[in-house]
Structures are given as structure tokens and as C-alpha cells.
């Protein structure tokens, strides 16, 4: 089978809520030899926005927007242990601590982020979901990260993201760290109103503006 078929058959498993199905086809199409991060970048995640698109409609409802979570996280399980990290990373762990902001129990999207960073040879500290910011400055201080992710899918949690910014400086290490933000609701304006560094509009772009930045200070 190709490999678009097996994107679009993950899709559509998330889409139904297939628990079953979405693991035979991860698994099948990591034998099949596609890449990890494509089959949930490009297979799972356009599959959850389908779903949201549904709840909004009215079709789906809260119970299935739970058990799609669920589905995506099982899915995610069964590719992580073919994510082979990339060579020429493993030698220099940079740290990154990650979380999503208080109030916000969405972590599918920061979970991903979370792989692809392991991919790419970070030391993720991740925090979880509905993390105040007192935690999450606590965390920069205790392990001196390069970049601190946070991630917001509510409109509602999106200023908890300024609030975090605002306790780091109020700390003293809002220039020890940089700040990268995603999240549906977030936007490159937003970003730069918080005073955040950088807005990634999906977890693929975020790595490589993490992995740019670390790459830049190697070379300072
Ligand atoms: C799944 C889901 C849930 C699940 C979450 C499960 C989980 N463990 O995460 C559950 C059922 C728990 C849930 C609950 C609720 N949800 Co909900 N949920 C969704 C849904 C369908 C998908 C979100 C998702 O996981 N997408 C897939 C991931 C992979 O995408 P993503 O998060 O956007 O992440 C990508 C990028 O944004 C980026 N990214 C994300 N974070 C970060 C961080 C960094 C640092 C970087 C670099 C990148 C990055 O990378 C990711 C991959 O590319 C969305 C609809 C949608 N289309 O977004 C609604 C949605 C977010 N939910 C919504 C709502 C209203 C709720 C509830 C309030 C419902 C209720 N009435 O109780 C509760 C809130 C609970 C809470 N306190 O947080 C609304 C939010 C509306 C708004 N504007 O505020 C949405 C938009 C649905 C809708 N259209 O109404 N939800």
C-alpha cells in the first residue's frame, strides 16, 4: 500500500473513533516503512481537525472529542517507539520544558511537540496540562532550559501565556529562556503582544525554530 494511503486511513480512524483500527494501521504503516512524524503529522493531527470541525457543527459532542483524544494518544503510542532520534543531535542535550498553561486540559498538540523535540535530541522536561505559571517558572529556574513551550487551546488560557512571560521577568530570567507558543487559538500578533520570541503555527515549525535558535548559540 502506498503511503498516503496509510495517512488517509489514520485520518479517517480518528475521524470514527476507531481505537482498534488507527493502532493496526500505525503499526502497519511503521512496517510499511513510513516516517513517524509524517504518520501523525500528516495521518492523525488533519483527522482531529476533522473531528473539532464536527464538534462545532454539532455532529460530535463532548464524549467523542474525549475518546478522539484518547484514539490520537493510543495511535501516538504505538508509533513512539519507532521514532529514532536524529544522530547527529544525540551528543549535546539541550533542555526545553514544556506545558500547557493553567485552566487548559488540551495536550495532544504539546505532546507532539514533546516527540519531535526528542527527535531532535532535546532533554524534554514536560509538565503536563493546567500548569500555573509559579510551576512552570519554578521549572526554568530549577533546570536552566534553552527554550520554555507553552501551549494554550483555549481563547480563555491564551493570557496565561503573557502571565507566565510576566513571572519570568518578575524573576529576573525572562532573558535566560526563550519562549515559543502554539496552540489553535494563538497567533504571530498575540505572540508578539505577550512578548513571547517566537508563535509556531505547528509543532514541525516550532522544532525547527527551537533547533534553529540552540544551533545559533552553539555557534556564539
Ligand atoms: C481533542 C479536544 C479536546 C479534548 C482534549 C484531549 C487532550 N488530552 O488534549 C477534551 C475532550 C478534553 C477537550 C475538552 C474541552 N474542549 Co476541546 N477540543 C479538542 C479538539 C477537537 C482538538 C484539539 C487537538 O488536540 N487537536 C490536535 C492537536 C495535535 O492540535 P493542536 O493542539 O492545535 O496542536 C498543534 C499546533 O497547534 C501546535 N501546537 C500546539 N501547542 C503547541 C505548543 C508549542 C510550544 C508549539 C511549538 C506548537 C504547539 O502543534 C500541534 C501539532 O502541529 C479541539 C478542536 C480543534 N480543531 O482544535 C477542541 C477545542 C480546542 N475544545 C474546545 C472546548 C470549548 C473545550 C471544552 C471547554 C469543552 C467543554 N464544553 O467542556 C473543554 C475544555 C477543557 C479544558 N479545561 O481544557 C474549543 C475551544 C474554543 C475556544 N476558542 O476556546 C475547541 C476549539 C472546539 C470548538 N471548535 O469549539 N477538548
Known sequence: MAGENYLAILKQGIINLDFEGVKKTAKEAME???????AITKGMVPGMAVVGEKFESGEYFLSELVVAGEVMKEGI??????????????????????????GDNHDLGKNIVRTLLGVQGFEVIDLGMDVTSNVIV????????????????????????????????????????????????????FAEIIGADHHASNA???????????????RS
Not at 32 to 38: D, K, L, Y
Not at 210 to 216: I, V
Request: hydrophobic share 40%.
Open 32 to 38: 510499511a516503512g513510513v516516517a513517524p512524524t509524517t
Open 77 to 102: 503510542e504505538v508509533i513512539n517507539p519507532y521514532i529514532k532520534e536524529d544522530e547527529a543531535s544525540k551528543t549535546q542535550k539541550v533542555k526545553a520544558v514544556l506545558a500547557t498553561v493553567e
Open 138 to 189: 519554578d521549572a526554568v529556574k530549577e533546570h536552566k532550559p534553552a527554550v520554555l513551550g507553552l501551549s494554550a487551546l483555549l481563547t480563555m488560557t491564551m493570557p496565561k501565556m503573557g502571565e507566565v512571560i510576566e513571572a519570568l521577568k518578575a524573576a529576573g530570567i525572562r532573558d535566560k529562556v526563550k519562549v515559543i507558543v502554539g496552540g489553535t487559538p494563538v497567533t504571530d500578533e
Open 204 to 218: 514541525m515549525e516550532g522544532v525547527q525554530k527551537c533547533t534553529e535558535w540552540t544551533k545559533a548559540e552553539e
